[in-house]
């Protein structure tokens, strides 16, 4: 069975991943030109000083991935850090690790220190929009219902919209990578 720390060395950086999405590269790029770290935070601090790497399990098509990594890429950036990706669908054994309740539910953010060892996971949701999107869900019909499709279909493509312009939603997530990863950090010598 392979390491994380494998998958990470045969995987490809995320902004090469960023420049071959198909389904979602426009939206991904708006939010990453949009979004800014930010300014005189301990969190890149503390990646800076502790140098891990992180390894993102992901898919184009998935509007979280879509935001998400565009927000990861910023932060890595301004830390100065490797963030490399593996394709879920292509490592369904590695995914299979990082289940959130029973499902591959992406992305997943696999924080290594410099051994390679996973210190810390994140993903695949912040839970503020966890629970907002919990929330909308729960307005969809049964999936018996014959208009479920069709608003389902109209449920994902609003949600893509509020991930794309929304920039509290992006600091959501910042927020909570920060404190996921902060406290994995400081735990490390």
């Known amino acids: 069975m392979k390491t994380e720390k494998q998958y990470f060395d045969e995987a490809i950086s995320l902004q090469t991943y960023m420049e071959k999405m198909d389904q979602h590269k426009e939206n991904s790029e708006r939010v990453y030109e949009?979004?800014?770290v930010p300014q005189d935070d301990e969190f890149i601090s503390l990646l800076k000083e502790k140098g891990?790497?992180?390894?993102?399990?992901?898919e184009d098509w998935c509007g979280d991935a879509m935001m998400n990594n565009a927000i990861l890429r910023r932060i890595a950036e301004a830390a100065s850090i490797d963030v490399n990706v593996v394709y879920r669908d292509q490592t369904l054994d590695l995914m299979d690790r990082y289940l959130t309740n029973g499902g591959r539910s992406i992305p997943i953010y696999l924080l290594l220190n410099k051994d390679g060892e996973v210190i810390s996971q994140w993903g695949p949701r912040a839970p503020k929009l966890q629970e907002y999107v919990m929330k909308l869900k729960k307005e969809l019909p049964s999936t018996e219902d014959?208009?479920?499709i069709e608003k389902q279909q109209k449920f994902i493509k609003n949600i893509t919209d509020e991930y794309v312009s929304t920039p509290e939603y992006w600091l959501w997530v910042y927020e909570d990578l920060r404190k996921e990863f902060t406290a994995a950090l400081q735990k490390q010598s």
């Open 146 to 148: 014959p208009t479920f």
């Open 34 to 36: 949009h979004f800014h």
């Open 52 to 58: 891990p790497s992180i390894l993102a399990i992901t």
